[in-house]
């Protein structure tokens, strides 16, 4: 039995590294009535009590109603909690139950692992995103105003949090550690980054806070990429987002090197 | 070249030091035992050659390939049998093995033939569709021996692999890894069973407070340490002044006397045993039985030493 032998590289063992993908997305979608259904199911709930019925009362923003304006918003808000989702409670388990072992004990690269687990929550951030993205199609138009850069904002934006998720789930040593980025952060800020609202909309005071919020730029990121609404640099949004997924991406990557509450 | 060479091996936490400037090395093919008692380094010592814990200082190669430098090479030809089971509540255990051949690089196809061959041969083929918490204690078991084959290493290191196992399974896999070491795969066995350790491996190593203590072939550790008990039942015929005689011709031995039974101990009987019966003559010797120690006394007795010093 002859297998590939290249020790040196950061990424040669294609086949281990595809295993650890296909098995990252199998888990996710054997429970799919946990991982997959709730946020398209509440994101369809989204679409009608604030496109539908209050949104007829919002005037519209920068020339779209309200439901076209919430789409983008809406999308992202599931990619982040998608993604972040994925990689925490995944690596978690392995790590709480020691099935990581498994992996440990093999000839992965970290950088095999680290990009496994992240491109595990890339396509469910996007699986996730991408079908709200279809059903959506029911009820607005939406005019794509730049689909190579809704993609840039939506892959680095998973890759963000699925290493935030990374790095939660190997800092937490009790479940409930993972949901408390979850409800005292990632919701507040996602919410207060303007998925269900402009800046134009707020005080002056309150929209400058918000331009602190990196949430706001990965949702306008992705709104402006869609419907051509600017709101904030779209530069800066890009390069925010591209440098703090390479960041936290080597970042991961060089926790798994040196072991970091993986290896004793 | 040695299967694994261990030079300097230190591995430090916070407050303890699990493994104290150890060295060891390991012939390939060999069947090498590493005893020692609970917190005495062995786990320590297995983890780091497996890739599960990170060493402190120290130089390990595994098949001349360096533990750090080449892991990916170091890491196909070592298999892994953990003391504690691990779970994985998504997967059956069919599943289980072929992703984990995925991880050692086996192609989809073959993983899938090498799962279905390694389940039959470990009788777990009717049970592969049950996830690892749903199958018994020595369904586990096998199932850790079967994962840990999956990629065909060369070194087999399985740590405490019968623990809790019932008697009829630990013969069962004993055979198993008698047959997978004449194959000329190295095998590193820790164990609490000295029954295990006396009945399989060639050379065997003490190991006590992160250091080896004594490491030597099973026979010449046995020798080294023997010290037999030899039981005299002397003939219903002897009278009193010939017991005092034969008190005076064992005077240089540790013995005692109760009811015309004399032991002897702290003794090497196949080399005294002959010259003693000649001295005592043999018409006053009813019956001798020799008690050989056996790998237990021989372990208790050097670990105990250490705990002293």
Redesign the interface.
């Given at each position: 039995?002859t297998?590939?032998?290249?020790?040196s590289s950061y990424f040669?063992?294609?086949?281990?590294f595809?295993?650890?993908v296909?098995?990252e997305i199998?888990?996710f979608m054997?429970?799919a009535a946990q991982t997959f259904y709730p946020p398209i199911i509440s994101s369809v709930l989204y679409m009608f009590i604030f496109g539908l019925a209050i949104g007829s009362f919002v005037k519209n923003i920068d020339g779209f109603n309200y439901l076209t304006f919430l789409i983008p918003g809406l999308i992202m808000m599931n990619i982040i909690n998608s993604a972040y989702a994925n990689t925490s409670s995944s690596l978690f388990?392995?790590r709480f139950?020691?099935?990581i072992?498994?992996?440990?004990?093999?000839?992965?690269?970290y950088m095999e692992m680290v990009l496994a687990y992240v491109l595990g929550g890339i396509v469910r951030g996007l699986l996730v995103g991408g079908v709200i993205l279809i059903i959506s199609f029911f009820f607005v138009k939406i005019p794509f105003v730049n689909i190579p850069l809704m993609l840039f904002f939506a892959i680095f934006t998973s890759i963000i949090f699925s290493c935030i998720g990374i790095l939660i789930a190997l800092v937490s040593e009790k479940f409930d550690h993972l949901s408390i980025l979850t409800t005292f952060i990632i919701n507040p800020l996602t919410y207060l980054g303007g998925v269900f609202y402009s800046t134009k909309m707020l005080p002056p005071m309150l929209a400058k806070v918000t331009y602190f919020n990196p949430m706001f730029y990965m949702i306008s990121g992705l709104r402006y990429s869609m419907l051509g609404i600017q709101e904030g640099n779209i530069w800066f949004a890009t390069g925010l987002v591209f440098f703090m997924g390479v960041g936290l991406f080597l970042l991961c990557v060089y926790l798994f090197k040196?072991?970091y509450k993986i290896?004793? | 070249m040695h299967a694994i060479s261990i030079k300097n091996l230190t591995k430090k936490?916070k407050d303890k030091i699990a493994v104290d400037n150890l060295n060891l090395e390991i012939k390939k093919g060999e069947f090498f035992g590493l005893l020692g008692p609970n917190g005495a380094g062995k786990t320590t010592t297995i983890?780091i050659l497996?890739?599960?814990?990170?060493k402190t200082e120290g130089e390990i190669t595994v098949l001349g390939h360096d533990l750090v430098r080449?892991?990916?090479?170091v890491?196909?030809s070592?298999g892994?049998v953990?003391q504690?089971f691990?779970?994985?509540?998504?997967?059956s255990i069919y599943d289980?093995l072929v992703?984990?051949a995925?991880?050692?690089?086996?192609?989809?196809k073959?993983a899938k033939k090498k799962a279905e061959f390694l389940l039959k041969d470990f009788e777990l083929w009717d049970s592969r569709k049950f996830t690892m918490r749903q199958i018994s204690g020595g369904m586990k078991r096998r199932l850790l021996i079967a994962?840990a084959l999956v990629h065909?290493p060369e070194i087999l290191i399985l740590d405490e692999p019968t623990a809790g196992v019932d008697v009829e399974l630990r013969k069962k896999l004993w055979q198993l890894l008698r047959d997978f070491n004449k194959q000329g795969k190295t095998i590193i066995l820790t164990t609490h069973y000295l029954e295990e350790a006396e009945e399989l491996c060639e050379r065997i190593g003490i190991i006590d407070h992160g250091k080896i203590i004594e490491i030597d072939t099973k026979i010449n550790l046995m020798n080294k340490f023997r010290q037999d008990e030899i039981l005299i039942t002397l003939s219903p015929k002897c009278t009193l002044s010939d017991i005092e005689q034969i008190k005076t011709v064992l005077k240089e031995k540790q013995f005692t006397l109760k009811q015309s039974v004399i032991t002897i101990t702290n003794i090497d009987a196949s080399k005294e045993l002959a010259a003693i019966v000649e001295q005592i003559t043999a018409k006053y010797i009813d019956t001798i039985t020799i008690k050989q120690r056996n790998l237990e006394e021989i372990f208790l007795r050097l670990t105990n030493d250490t705990q002293k010093k």
């Amino acid at each position: 039995m002859t297998h590939k032998r290249n020790n040196s590289s950061y990424f040669s063992n294609y086949i281990g590294f595809y295993t650890l993908v296909k098995k990252e997305i199998v888990r996710f979608m054997s429970v799919a009535a946990q991982t997959f259904y709730p946020p398209i199911i509440s994101s369809v709930l989204y679409m009608f009590i604030f496109g539908l019925a209050i949104g007829s009362f919002v005037k519209n923003i920068d020339g779209f109603n309200y439901l076209t304006f919430l789409i983008p918003g809406l999308i992202m808000m599931n990619i982040i909690n998608s993604a972040y989702a994925n990689t925490s409670s995944s690596l978690f388990i392995a790590r709480f139950l020691k099935s990581i072992e498994d992996m440990l004990v093999s000839p992965l690269s970290y950088m095999e692992m680290v990009l496994a687990y992240v491109l595990g929550g890339i396509v469910r951030g996007l699986l996730v995103g991408g079908v709200i993205l279809i059903i959506s199609f029911f009820f607005v138009k939406i005019p794509f105003v730049n689909i190579p850069l809704m993609l840039f904002f939506a892959i680095f934006t998973s890759i963000i949090f699925s290493c935030i998720g990374i790095l939660i789930a190997l800092v937490s040593e009790k479940f409930d550690h993972l949901s408390i980025l979850t409800t005292f952060i990632i919701n507040p800020l996602t919410y207060l980054g303007g998925v269900f609202y402009s800046t134009k909309m707020l005080p002056p005071m309150l929209a400058k806070v918000t331009y602190f919020n990196p949430m706001f730029y990965m949702i306008s990121g992705l709104r402006y990429s869609m419907l051509g609404i600017q709101e904030g640099n779209i530069w800066f949004a890009t390069g925010l987002v591209f440098f703090m997924g390479v960041g936290l991406f080597l970042l991961c990557v060089y926790l798994f090197k040196i072991g970091y509450k993986i290896r004793q | 070249m040695h299967a694994i060479s261990i030079k300097n091996l230190t591995k430090k936490y916070k407050d303890k030091i699990a493994v104290d400037n150890l060295n060891l090395e390991i012939k390939k093919g060999e069947f090498f035992g590493l005893l020692g008692p609970n917190g005495a380094g062995k786990t320590t010592t297995i983890g780091i050659l497996t890739g599960l814990i990170n060493k402190t200082e120290g130089e390990i190669t595994v098949l001349g390939h360096d533990l750090v430098r080449d892991y990916r090479i170091v890491r196909r030809s070592i298999g892994l049998v953990p003391q504690e089971f691990n779970f994985d509540p998504f997967l059956s255990i069919y599943d289980l093995l072929v992703y984990q051949a995925g991880f050692f690089g086996i192609p989809p196809k073959e993983a899938k033939k090498k799962a279905e061959f390694l389940l039959k041969d470990f009788e777990l083929w009717d049970s592969r569709k049950f996830t690892m918490r749903q199958i018994s204690g020595g369904m586990k078991r096998r199932l850790l021996i079967a994962k840990a084959l999956v990629h065909d290493p060369e070194i087999l290191i399985l740590d405490e692999p019968t623990a809790g196992v019932d008697v009829e399974l630990r013969k069962k896999l004993w055979q198993l890894l008698r047959d997978f070491n004449k194959q000329g795969k190295t095998i590193i066995l820790t164990t609490h069973y000295l029954e295990e350790a006396e009945e399989l491996c060639e050379r065997i190593g003490i190991i006590d407070h992160g250091k080896i203590i004594e490491i030597d072939t099973k026979i010449n550790l046995m020798n080294k340490f023997r010290q037999d008990e030899i039981l005299i039942t002397l003939s219903p015929k002897c009278t009193l002044s010939d017991i005092e005689q034969i008190k005076t011709v064992l005077k240089e031995k540790q013995f005692t006397l109760k009811q015309s039974v004399i032991t002897i101990t702290n003794i090497d009987a196949s080399k005294e045993l002959a010259a003693i019966v000649e001295q005592i003559t043999a018409k006053y010797i009813d019956t001798i039985t020799i008690k050989q120690r056996n790998l237990e006394e021989i372990f208790l007795r050097l670990t105990n030493d250490t705990q002293k010093k």
